[in-house]
């Protein structure tokens, strides 16, 4: 987040199946948590996840980390 956005109050946490392009959401909720930093992140903010590990990422930076296991 950055300082132009609002700031995040988290609520329920969300449950989605990740596609290749799209979720589908299984338990609804207003964000999900970021697998390598824990950060939460509001559901129309998430742009990045890995369909076959069924994971998100709270920007395109770790989702590349994730992927090369850059640390």
Known sequence: MNRFEP??????????NYQSGDYQI???GDF??????GKPIP???LRY???D???AYVSAEVAFRR???AT
């Open 7 to 16: 700031k995040f109050t988290a609520g329920n946490e969300a449950q989605l």
């Open 67 to 69: 992927q090369t296991g």
């Open 43 to 45: 559901l129309e903010l």
């Open 32 to 37: 999900v948590r970021c697998a390598v930093t």
């Open 53 to 55: 590990r069924q994971e």
């Open 49 to 51: 996840w890995d369909a």
């Open 26 to 28: 299984k338990v609804p």
